[in-house]
């Protein structure tokens, strides 16, 4: 939501983020296009590494970061190539200024100039004209500074950005981002190098104001019990509103009026409570439509002058998070503990399964994500038949046209606050910011129906963090939700009791357990993070690993930097070993990529739909991870940087489907002569009943072809799975290396489901 | 924490609450008590049962309850007795009305006349001269009503009182009280009656003050890492302070001055931030001293005059709830959950095993809860080598002086809030008035060092109660605990992930497992309710029980009244299927009785020693419960109404002594020939090295005496238990129906323990 009608002059030119800018105020900011205030540019200041006393200045995009302005003045290499990484941590302890000049634009007697900034990463203070203005630390909390009375007919705004935070010296790893609110993957993750982004982010820009004007809008709203009634709450927050009008207007997603309404002005504050009947409610994209709403408030002064126009889309929805079916009975017997945590999400009182992935920061630079990187990720998560992705406390809080996206394309967010495997420990200053960027956040996302559960971060009550419920931060957290969006989930950490993470891998190296077993023993309420390693394509990996080191893949090589070897434990996350145990000894890359990426994919869809065989007792299937922040050389994502799915991909999606059918499988390596077997499901998440059918299910191996038992199965009833029979057939002596169950309902091609095994002697 | 030196005039004769008025000013007292006002008495309006047109006046007892003082104007006989509770059902659905008329009294120009309570239970309105003054809902919110401006000279002040609250009319029971901060426990529980008071309940009083005065001190602290300084915050509220001196003066526990200061006043609030270094620590009983320093805050006027002085008492600790050691190595594999939550006390440092009780209503109505019960009763608790109670959530929160004892005591307390068992839902409704009542209730306990943890309620994360992390009510009472107290430990509920309530019988009719075997196979952090039920003694039972009914004990009964059958489940809590299962059929009561507490006794033992043995995994055992607010017949309370100790009690006082020898047993009953054994344990719970020693252990029968072997044991470490051999003998074929286990400590008699067993064919 952003001011409109309102004239915006942008600092720094960057065509993807004016689209951001939804201006629909086109004629005005044509003019203002056209005025001086665009030719204005940003520089950086800095004190490049072997010469630390002569300042240079480095052409600055904004957004962005100062490490790529630097880079780039400086001539590095790609960072994502081999090493050229490590160039960049000599930046990490020095400050850096951003500069721009400006003239005093023409401004009618009255209005106002306002320097506002969405994100500036991550301590930093702002000066103009010499005079320090603001000194702040959180890069997730909005500048917004009226210059007007200061204005020189030349100035000098300056952004001082502090060196990068740092809790201690020593380890250099992420627990250096414990005493702050900066995300704290890029302090070196095991899919993650050590390269830690400063600047300015977000969208940042100068706009003259009326004199009476708005400054935030905010929509709220319950539903009654029977979601046919929706009470809305409009707060204007500005300057100057009590002499003017502010007119509200609701329009469906046809463009037809519904309600509108006169917010009542007390001070700098309006509101207006209004209610409409029988809203058209707002759906996850696999249960029903993402219905939004538009609205638009108009501020008019005393003479009926149009000052103003926000305007924003609006969803309804209602999300519980409700108890898991079954979990209540447990746990039995004498002495009794506490029940598990709630993890059922629950939307417009319809049980969900929710399906989907977690969802890292797509560029190691955030400032440098684009619209249309958003908008390509999302679209792909919906053709994987996502509905829900995970936002890991790891990273970054992402920016507003990443919500829009997942609004207009059905896809529930599960947001963390940004604190991830550290133990925050709760000093004053520390919680001090974190309440203010809590609510920076808080403020900005809870208008977004697709916003399904806040959590306080990622594996924080866990060993690795050491946090625990009596966690200041973790308490604060969820004060602040229950204060300002108490009606959306809050859930402390993941995981809860009752959820799991992992396993990370194919087959665990120490017991041999294969990942059909552990899901088999498995008995949790959700999979909210499952990692599958795989290895990238080599066209990645060719644009990444020096040709000398591509050949065998070695440690202490950019195979590691890359996190193939050594990224967390054993010889992750390449797994050469395992790859090469299944099968044998790979005589180039490419044959070594496939077999990785066969078990990522078979290793993946095992996971999924063992999960969803578990429903109604398990609500939720999330892997580690969906995308991933620069070019890796072996990962658990399933799509690569930027934007390229993986074989495993194309798995999932299949595995994700509303209704398949499934087999439950037991192992990958059979022998010839063995008696194969496997159990026949279909899986349905939709809410409607499938007739009954006929399953054919039949071996392959090249032309070779066996086939098994037919399955003939009743209805299957409404978001409910059908557990089918356990086919047996001995296995012929094939030989073939390998072979697959391909399964077939006939009469619906779309849900066949096929799966590979390996064949041995 | 009262005000001093203003004058008081108490309204209503209770002699022993007079007390709790900690009056230093006894000049001015001593006038005041030879004031007309002190003549002032209260009447209780009511419409009886069967006269509902016609209203009836009875003289009340203030503090005490509306049930109580019309039982005595319409001669009930008293409500312990046989079916008598019945009586009063008819009153639950009765307003009622307090009444007093006052003179006006001589006032100095300036001065005010305020009227206060420290509780009304549970929805009232104040009314003075016709005029209503106040609605509120809610008794732990003390009323403080300016009436200066409203007196005539001859006054009339009424308390209406509304109906008990009701979410529902039926069902008839606890859940009843869902909706409201009303304690749960008088709806109905198995060992209390349905018997819902009503009325004044605690201090209730007028008060002339001066012009300016205090109406509310808080003193906080935090204290350095090291714990050798405190940081004091005194904090004074009032009126017409501006103008006043506010003087501050810490003395320590001999009276030695510490620290003064002066406060500085802004409008109507008073601040003082001040430090002091190597203060005294408050340490539980068993750990060292609970040593308390004592304030004074003295205001005075321009001219120097003394207006008022307020005194209190503080003590300096810090309090953590930290992992129970071992706990952060599980869960153990993936996918893997959350570890459990701590529940292991650190005071000061120093990790404490925390044993000790359930506490209930000592009364059935909180009114008639005298200091002097209080005092006894957590006399007791001392003598009971208990360092912890549980304020349960399904009573009150207690009075004060309960507070100041546990402070002089050193018991720390854990508290809960008014929510039990039920699923308290989350209306706006609710929660504002549990948002009021949770405030005031932390406002008052947080000063006190004896406080060592807030608990949301009881159980509330079981099936039975339905409540999750999810619930609003929840959330509110962290968020509150976080504002009001940050620095105090707070959890949702008991039990948390990893605590255990449970089980409450000696053998599970079910299952037939014993309690030996039930806490062998329990892994828990903490055991914080497990029961035992035992009879009440037969001149209890002779009180209660209609001689006609006394043998034998029979369902449908007064014993069923009290509890002794259908109390929860199966034939809870006599059990004497179990009993005389054990011990054969009881020729008459004393008999039952007595074999009865023997179960009781020897149950309490071996779960208080097993959970001891597994410290330090295990960090805490509380029994349920401690006392009992009525007589019972059976119940698993180790003292009975209203201060009468069970056998139990020395079982459990000797099985919580800070040293002791223990054995690990594994059944009641054995057979003659069979092969006993059992483990040895030292159990340390001090914080200094045992040295070597020697046990004896001897089995006994009457006069017959068999050794086994000896244990030399070495150093016994600082709060540690050691671990010695498995004795094994053959069991002699005495004829007698029993034996004895009896450990001695060479030269340490107060080590001495003894079990009793069974012996049989």
């Not at 939307?347 to 797509?362: A, E, H, L, R, Y």
């Not at 394309?409 to 203010?436: D, H, R, S």
């Not at 402390?492 to 396993?503: F, I, N, W, Y």
Request: charged letters at 20%.
């Amino acid at each position: 939501m952003k001011a409109l009608f309102s004239r915006m002059i942008n600092l720094g030119f960057h065509k993807m983020h004016r689209s951001l800018l939804i201006i629909l105020g086109c004629i005005l900011l044509g003019n203002l296009m056209a005025q001086d205030h665009l030719e204005l540019k940003w520089s950086v200041e800095y004190r490049a590494d072997g010469d630390p006393d002569k300042p240079r200045l480095a052409e600055a995009s904004v957004p962005g970061a100062v490490q790529l302005d630097i880079a780039k003045a400086e001539g590095y290499a790609p960072y994502y190539f081999g090493e050229n990484w490590r160039d960049y941590l000599w930046m990490e302890d020095q400050e850096f200024v951003y500069v721009t000049n400006f003239h005093k634009p023409d401004m009618k007697p009255g209005e106002r100039l306002v320097f506002r900034s969405l994100g500036i990463d991550y301590e930093f203070e702002i000066i103009l004209n010499g005079r320090k203005l603001l000194y702040q630390e959180g890069m997730f909390t909005p500048v917004r500074l009226d210059l007007t009375d200061l204005l020189n007919v030349n100035n000098e705004l300056r952004i001082r950005i502090f060196p990068i935070p740092k809790k201690h010296p020593e380890p250099v790893d992420r627990s250096q981002a414990s005493a702050s609110v900066k995300p704290a993957v890029s302090y070196g993750w095991d899919w993650h190098p050590r390269l830690v982004p400063s600047g300015i982010w977000d969208d940042t820009w100068l706009e003259i104001l009326p004199g009476s004007y708005l400054n935030e809008v905010s929509v709220q709203y319950t539903l009654s019990e029977e979601l046919d009634k929706a009470f809305i709450m409009v707060e204007a927050m500005g300057k100057g509103l009590t002499a003017c009008s502010m007119a509200w207007n609701l329009a469906d997603s046809s463009g037809n009026k519904v309600d509108m309404g006169y917010l009542k002005s007390y001070m700098d504050r309006g509101v207006l409570y209004t209610e409409i009947a029988n809203p058209e409610l707002w759906w996850p994209h696999d249960h029903g439509e993402p219905y939004l709403y538009s609205y638009t408030l108009k501020l008019t002064d005393q003479s009926g002058k149009l000052l103003q126009t926000y305007s924003g889309h609006m969803g309804f929805r209602r999300v519980k998070l409700v108890m898991n079916e079954g979990a209540w009975s447990e746990p039995e017997g004498f002495p009794k503990s506490r029940s598990v945590a709630p993890i059922q999400l629950e939307i417009n009182g319809q049980k969900i399964f929710c399906k989907g992935s977690n969802w890292v920061n797509p560029e190691i630079f955030p400032g440098i994500i684009t619209v249309k990187r958003y908008e390509e990720l999302l679209d792909r998560a919906v053709e994987a038949n996502f509905n829900m992705l995970r936002i890991w406390g790891g990273g970054i809080v992402n920016k507003e046209s990443f919500y829009e996206f997942c609004d207009q394309k059905g896809i529930m967010v599960w947001q963390e606050f940004p604190l991830a495997c550290n133990n925050y420990e709760g000093t004053p200053e520390y919680l001090e910011v974190l309440k203010q960027e809590s609510e920076s956040i808080i403020r900005r996302i809870r208008k977004h129906p697709s916003l399904a559960m806040w959590s306080g971060g990622n594996e924080l009550f866990n060993s690795w963090s050491g946090m625990t419920d009596q966690a200041l931060a973790i308490r604060l957290l969820n004060s602040q939700c229950l204060e300002l969006d108490p009606y959306t989930p809050f859930i402390s950490t993941s995981p809860l009791m009752g959820m799991g993470h992992g396993h990370y891998v194919f087959r665990d190296q120490e017991t041999g357990e294969e990942v059909y077993s552990t899901m088999l023993r498995a008995h949790n309420t959700a999979y909210t993070e499952f990692g599958m390693p795989g290895p990238s394509p080599v066209e990645i990996l060719e644009t990444i690993i020096p040709d000398s080191e591509l050949w065998p893949p070695l440690p202490g090589t950019s195979w590691e930097s890359h996190h193939a070897y050594n990224a967390w434990v054993g010889d992750t996350w390449l797994m050469m070993d395992m790859i090469e145990g299944y099968f044998g000894r790979a005589a180039k890359l490419d044959e070594l990529v496939e077999m990785g990426q066969l078990l990522q994919s078979e290793g993946y869809k095992a996971i999924y739909e063992e999960a969803r065989r578990q429903k109604p007792y398990c609500s939720m299937a999330l892997n580690w991870c969906y995308n991933e922040p620069w070019p890796t050389a072996a990962n658990n994502s399933i799509i690569n940087w930027p934007n390229l799915p993986k074989p495993a991909f194309y798995a999932v999606r299949d595995a994700c489907r509303p209704v398949l059918v499934s087999a439950r499988n037991y192992k990958l390596t059979w022998m010839r002569g063995e008696e194969f077997s496997c159990q026949l499901w279909i899986l349905n998440d939709q809410y409607r009943t499938l007739d009954p059918g006929m399953v054919k299910a039949t071996l392959m191996a090249g032309k070779k072809v066996l086939e098994l038992d037919s399955w003939v199965f009743g209805n299957v009833e409404s978001n409910s799975n059908l557990e089918g029979p356990v086919l047996k057939v001995e296995l012929p002596h094939w030989q073939s290396d390998g072979f697959t169950l391909h399964l077939e309902v006939l009469g619906h091609p779309e849900y066949t489901s096929e799966y590979t095994f390996l064949l041995s002697d």
